[in-house]
């Protein structure tokens, strides 16, 4: 299968889990590419002006993976102006995780997930895959990182 990892990561965790699922992935049998999503104006706080740096294509993929941090509570503005910005999803295997600070999945993560949802849904696409990482206890990160790996890994067979 050939699978597109898309993330945004301001401080590296987000980076870090997704490159964690591309080695499992590999690993697995799949050709795997990993995307970073940036934004030339990342901190706009008006998702309609975010601008994203050399967008990565999403065609060619049988499989895609959207990954972004949790910020103020909602789906990092990069990652939500990203996922506004693409063709249709029709047909196409898809996954969804976010990491965040905080160490309950409702203190943010899961608000994420379901805006992450929305929008791949407008475009016609439906997450069968998901995962929130709580990033501040490191036994329970691990645990979560690895639960949100298989999960994933698990739809791509
Ligand atoms: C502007 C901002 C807002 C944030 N808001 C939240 C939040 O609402 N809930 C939470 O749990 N963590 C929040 N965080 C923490 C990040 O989600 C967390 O550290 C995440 O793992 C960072 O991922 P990254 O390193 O891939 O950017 C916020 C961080 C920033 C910088």
Do not use: C
Not at 28 to 49: F, P, Y
Not at 51 to 75: E, W
Not at 105 to 128: C, D, I, R, Y
């Amino acid at each position: 299968m050939n699978i597109g990892i898309f993330v945004n990561s301001k401080t590296g965790n987000t980076l870090s889990v997704a490159e964690k699922l591309r080695d499992k992935l590999v690993s697995i049998g799949h050709n795997v590419a990993l995307e970073k999503i940036v934004a030339s104006n990342d901190g706009e706080m008006n998702i309609e002006k975010i601008v994203i740096s050399n967008p990565p294509s999403t065609q060619g993929y049988d499989m895609l993976v959207f990954a972004a941090p949790v910020n103020g509570f909602r789906l990092a503005f990069v990652m939500q102006a990203f996922l506004r910005s693409l063709p249709s999803l029709e047909g196409k295997l898809l996954a969804g995780f976010v990491t965040e600070a905080f160490p309950f999945p409702w203190m943010g993560g899961n608000q994420s997930l379901k805006g992450m949802e929305k929008l791949v849904q407008a475009k016609g696409g439906t997450l069968s895959a998901t995962g929130v990482v709580n990033w501040r206890s490191p036994d329970k990160r691990d645990v979560l990182i690895t639960q949100t790996i298989e999960k994933i890994a698990a739809i791509s067979r």
